[in-house]
């Protein structure tokens, strides 16, 4: 997978790596190509980032996502919830749970029938309802609370690939809340997700494990 621009020399090239770093020490530079990442990605403008696989042109607001604030990562996005409950359905309708479900759903119905009776006014409801109202109506979502920061990253990055199909996931400074170990233990997870990782930084890190890393210093020199 590559990730190219018109102004950049150097192309993105995650090869055999699944995470790379790509430093950018100009900070009129840094904003320029976060502001245009954002728009293509984020809102959806015409940009001049490119992203290829084996070679074919890929939509960039498609298949990445940018994570601008790392530590401000919605894990209940409507996406994410959207697809949960996709997913949820498909479990439910097409398993050993389904009888128990028309079940639910006819003792529903049998509520809304007693409570008209004991009405005064007359009342009118539907009969069939979707199994996403029911989940909506529990206010179903993914519970966190008690995993630290680094177990909700990698069950982010999990989530983007397995339920929203990204390539990509492009983090703004996220390897300067990391140690070592947790940067090697996200290109496992990354690798085994078949995801690529691409850290974006305002500065450049020297670790002491091989990583695939690109530099933009100061005077806007290509280093790679």
């Not at 809102?43 to 070679?55: I, R, T, Y």
């Not at 939509?59 to 994410?80: C, H, M, R, T």
């Not at 359905?89 to 809304?112: A, H, P, R, T, W």
């Not at 109202?133 to 206010?139: E, G, P, R, V």
Request: net charge negative; proline share 2%.
């Amino acid at each position: 997978m590559k990730l190219v621009h018109p102004d950049i020399n150097m192309q993105l090239d995650f090869e055999d790596k699944a995470v790379c770093i790509w430093t950018i020490e100009s900070p009129s530079l840094f904003l320029y190509y976060l502001t245009e990442l954002q728009g293509q990605i984020i809102e959806g403008n015409d940009g001049n980032f490119v992203l290829s696989n084996d070679d074919k042109i890929i939509s960039l607001k498609k298949e990445a996502s940018l994570i601008l604030s790392p530590l401000e990562i919605d894990y209940n996005d409507k996406k994410f919830i959207s697809e949960l409950f996709k997913e949820i359905k498909d479990i439910v309708q097409f398993g050993e749970l389904y009888e128990k479900y028309v079940s639910v759903k006819s003792e529903l119905v049998q509520l809304m029938e007693r409570i008209s009776e004991c009405n005064d006014y007359p009342l009118q409801y539907s009969e069939e309802f979707e199994l996403t109202s029911l989940l909506k109506l529990m206010k179903v979502e993914f519970d966190f609370q008690d995993t630290d920061y680094f177990e909700r990253l990698l069950t982010f990055i999990q989530l983007s690939q397995r339920l929203l199909q990204k390539k990509l996931l492009i983090f703004v400074n996220l390897s300067s809340i990391l140690s070592e170990s947790q940067l090697v233990e996200l290109e496992k997870i990354a690798k085994y997700e078949e995801i690529k990782i691409l850290m974006v930084n305002s500065y450049q890190i020297n670790y002491s494990f091989p990583y695939k890393w690109y530099i933009m210093d100061v005077d806007g020199s290509e280093i790679f």
